[in-house]
Nanobody, 127 residues
Framework: QVQLVESGGGLVQAGGSLRLSCAAS????????MGWFRQAPGKEREFVAA????????DYTDSVKGRFTISGDNAKNTVYLQMNSLKPEDTAVYYC????????????????????WGQGTQVTVSS
């Protein structure tokens, strides 16, 4: 079994920064991509960012482009999300995910492309 554990969430004022981390543990597996999704109260889970290990391609939802940066270490199955210039609308539970399937990189903006999920970490941005 593979477990993903997120950390780094918290409460921050608008305009501030947070860095989320996600590490995989458990049985050894090879991921092709890792990503971050988020879910705000009363809303569906949405894609935030993804990184494909082949070529290091990154992808972001439009609302976070220029503010968030995804990075990671393929060998360690670890992924990070640096979040700057945070806004109240970024408030959500953030989930880390890992995919053991190889797709065209643009596919990793879909939740069904992922095999493993973390429990989530709360990010709250106050105005």
């Amino acid at each position: 079994q593979v477990q993903l554990v997120e950390s780094g969430g918290g409460l921050v004022q608008a305009g501030g920064s947070l860095r989320l981390s996600c590490a995989a543990s458990g049985r050894t597996f090879s991921s092709y991509a890792m990503g971050w999704f988020r879910q705000a109260p009363g809303k569906e889970r949405e894609f935030v960012a993804a990184i494909s290990w082949s070529g290091g391609r990154t992808d972001y939802t439009d609302s976070v482009k220029g503010r968030f940066t995804i990075s990671g270490d393929n060998a360690k199955n670890t992924v990070y999300l640096q979040m700057n210039s945070l806004k109240p609308e970024d408030t959500a539970v953030y989930y880390c995910a890992a995919s053991g399937r190889r797709y065209v990189s643009t596919t990793y903006n879909r939740a069904d492309a992922y095999d493993y999920w973390g429990q989530g970490t709360q990010v709250t941005v106050s105005s």
